[in-house]
């Protein structure tokens, strides 16, 4: 699939044109087609499809988005089936990095229509996507405006993509550490009462693929392996679903993470300490483990993390 990126023309009719104009808007990349083919050195172990497309994607959105690089040729989608998803995925990126603002109006169908390049019937798909990620609403003698914050989906994994994707604040970072505070030490704990001799495998498969890890990417897409694999051990359906929630924010956390952290291996003595307590079954241990690892990944992401020597 060849995408260029499109480029939104600022309506200059007052109250219901959108607001700012877009010269120099910074896109997240589409999501890529191509699933990664490369594979974790020194095991054997497959990630789930959702895991490859997660990293692959954070890996094309720091090559735009995170480095800054901003992209303003006009739009020409080459596989027409794709047009509904390309300008779901424009309007929702400009939402969600508030280069739409809530009470917003957006163009009148046929001007957006034109302005995007797509047919009036690709665009009000787009918009019913959108609709139902509670991104937007449809009002009559209105048109259609962008929602407050507070409607939209926030677990939405492409709600959640976006708002990585345009690189999260402080604050987005400090409400994702929290969330994990609630969750993975008790799955961590839960492990290590429950898990059968096939998940305590691939807990360590993951860990030996962090050691492995050559570069910032192999080792994100391990750590995220790692992390699954703990939450599928607790042998808790509905707490292992949580990472199908979640895996876009955390993939995108823990990219960013190892990119910010001159030694991207950091963090892998804890990972050492959450495996070791979950396979001699001491689920307070685990829980610790866990918990002290994510209190120095918040750390390390705000630059208050201090320099530890490897265990």
């Keep these: 699939m060849v995408i260029e990126q499109a480029e939104l023309g600022h309506d ?7 607001e700012g104009g877009v010269d120099g808007v910074e896109k997240a990349s589409v999501i890529s087609q191509r699933r990664d083919k490369q594979s ?7 990630h789930s499809p959702s895991t490859n ?41 400009r939402i969600v990095s508030g280069q739409l ?15 995007m390049a797509v047919s009036r019937t690709a665009l009000r798909e787009a918009m019913r996507v959108l609709s139902a990620k509670g991104l937007v609403e449809a009002r009559p003698k209105v048109g259609t405006r962008v929602r ?17 994707a345009s690189m999260p604040p402080a604050d987005f970072v400090q409400k994702l550490v929290q969330m994990r505070e609630i969750f993975e030490p008790a799955a961590a704990a839960f492990a290590a009462r429950r898990c059968d001799t096939t998940q305590l495998k691939q807990i360590e498969l993951a860990y030996r693929a962090m050691e492995a890890a050559r570069n910032s990417d192999e080792w994100a897409e ?8 703990v939450l599928v051990a607790t042998n808790n359906e509905l707490m292992s679903s949580l990472f199908s929630v979640v895996e876009t924010a955390l993939g995108s956390f ?8 001159g030694d991207f291996k950091y963090s892998l003595p804890y990972h050492r300490q959450v495996f070791d307590a979950i396979r001699r079954r001491q689920p307070e241990a685990a829980r610790r483990a866990m918990q002290q690892m994510i209190v120095d990944s918040r750390a390390n992401m705000t630059g208050k993390r201090r320099t530890r020597k490897s265990a």
């Excluded at 200059?12 to 959108?18: A, D, E, I, L």
């Excluded at 109006?105 to 229509?113: D, N």
């Design 254 to 261: 823990f990219v960013q993470s190892a990119r910010k952290s």
């Design 40 to 46: 974790i050195r020194c095991t054997t172990h497959q």
């Design 12 to 18: 200059r009719g007052g109250s219901h044109g959108v």
């Design 53 to 93: 497309r997660t990293l692959q994607h954070f890996r094309n959105a720091a090559r735009s988005s995170l480095f800054h690089h901003p992209i303003r040729a006009p739009m020409r989608v080459a596989n027409a089936r794709n047009l509904h998803g390309h300008v779901t995925q424009e309007l929702g990126v």
């Design 148 to 164: 407050e914050e507070r409607y939209w989906h926030q677990l939405d994994a492409d709600v959640l993509a976006w708002r990585c």
């Design 222 to 229: 391990a750590d995220l392996q790692f992390h699954e694999a």
């Design 101 to 115: 603002r809530p009470g917003d109006v957006l163009p009148r169908e046929e001007t957006l229509a034109e302005q």
